[in-house]
């Protein structure tokens, strides 16, 4: 959903400044240096990275009045502008800091975006507000990748720890499958998780469409089977109807109010320092992005956190010498480390973005229509979060082809892996055993009918994505210059593993049984794209390929939780191998992605580190 908000703008900001903020603490100038000369020259905790799982990890430590905390981040802090807090408005460019894969042989040889965040909060200042877990099994298969601690089981307090869960309307709760459980949710923690208190007529067909054709409604997709069709909670206040991020969960409650927590925005960490003798880091190296000719340093007492996200972290960590032997001494860099993985295990979920024809969502009186009504009693569209929506179906293989599903899993296990993996991975003894045992237990969840592979979202418009949740294939983000200011060379290896394309074909046939249901009759829905002339197998393989996009903003993986023997990089605490007083803690370690959206695993995760 777009929403122009042309002559609206000045509107929308008065509204905020004196209405939707009032929710929202502002920030203390106590807590935010913008002058380095502020800051203390030493720390307990030095985190890298002001994200989703920074701000948690450093607002959990500073609840201890006696631990001093720096965080250090890339981005500004946001002006809880209209475009941040209104979830249907689209989010400020300034907050995104976007690079681009080197050509995808999977894709035809395009180039595919990579996205990541630039703002105090992150991803879940700018997001689509999605706000779901995956299936059990999917973080039961961390525990069996040598992870004692992290199956579904041990991590459901920590999803419950950073959550207050309000059910939704009695409106929404009549007409959409929506369990009024509270057992899985959390109700007193600090991101909030609602529904918004609309939602376009025309989606209540959705899940007559899904019914008609063999796949149920799930009411409660929190609780360990995420799968089927159903009605997901957004991160979104209740109260305001607003987005709630990191930001405003985190730290905003505590700005100003925390001396033993300081934040550094519009900084760039250049390198971990890492006492070569003791082979501890102690400290970091850093600019400013406005004099990045300057370095300056930190020290931490305890420990250096790395919460730069997966396609930062990595570099990071390379750049400081921690990284393959290899890589690193190929590029002048002094080797602190051999870590192999580091870089290694890159994926995301492929998304195929189609087209259909309905709706009346277009003219611009229609628009400003509904910002009156927001604004008025915060209701209407513009509390569905704009490109995005609640309304959802989680496939398993099975669902997606009864047929064909045993073939697929048979077929998969006998590909020879060492062909799929990236340029420097495949004769990597450590890397290749960590994908073998990867594959082994995605296959057995891929069997399951408790497991997604597939997600299908519909927001009201028309376009439809459909999207790989659990890939096989593997990529890497690895540096190619010691520069460590320098954007490292990301490669998604889309499709390179070839069972991938082979499900990807099967998700084409499931969205055009799912168009064609019996009650989309009512409103007309048909495809556009890729259109109905594309019939085979083979035709809708080209369509796939030229397409798809490598990425569904869920990027994950490049410093793994696995035994160092697997190629991972940190192990079950998290702290990276062999160098003491370092840890990662961000989407980079999962070493395997959810068959969700990550923002509530990533709070999760954070929560359980600290």
Known sequence: MYLSIGRWSA?????????????????NSANVDDQTSDLKHQYDYVVI????????????????PSVSVLVIEYGPIDDLEPGVLVSGLPPPKEYSRNYMSVPQSGLNNHSQPVYSAAVVGGGTVINGMFFNRGSAADYDTWEKLGNPGWGWKDLLPYFKKSETFTPPSAEIAAEYPISGDLGPHGTDGPVQSSFPNYQYPVLKYFYKAWNSIGVPSNPQPN????VDAFYSTLSESALNQSRSSADTAYFRPIAGKRPNFDLLPLHSVTKIVVDKKKKRATGVQYVSRNNTKVVQSVSAKQEVVLAAGAPRSPQILQVSGIGSWKLLVGLGIEVV???LGVGYNFHDQPAMFTGVTYWYF???????????VYYENRTGPVTQAYLSGTTVAFLSLQTLTRTYYRSIVSSARSTDLSQTLPAGAATERTILKGYKAQQRLL??????????????????????PLVLLKPLSRGSVLVNSSDP??????????FKHPTDIRIFIEIVKTFRRFVAAEPWRAVGLREVKPGPEVQSDEEIEAAVRNITQSTWSHPVGTCAMMPRGYGGVVDSKLRVYRVEGLRVVDASVMPTIPGTHTSSTVYAVAEKEE
Do not use: K, M
């Open 11 to 27: 509107v929308l900001l008065l509204c905020f400044r004196i209405g939707l903020v009032c929710c929202q603490p502002l920030v």
């Open 49 to 64: 990275g002001g994200g989703t799982s920074g701000l948690t990890v450093a607002n959990r430590l500073t609840e201890d």
């Open 223 to 226: 609780a360990g089977r995420a």
């Open 337 to 339: 480390e051999d870590l």
């Open 362 to 372: 277009s003219n611009q009186s229609w628009v400003d229509q509904q910002l009156a």
């Open 443 to 464: 296959l057995d969840s891929y069997a399951s009918p408790d497991v997604g592979v597939h997600e299908l979202a519909a927001s009201g418009g028309t376009t439809i």
């Open 485 to 494: 200011l320098a954007d490292p060379v990301f490669d998604y290896g889309t």
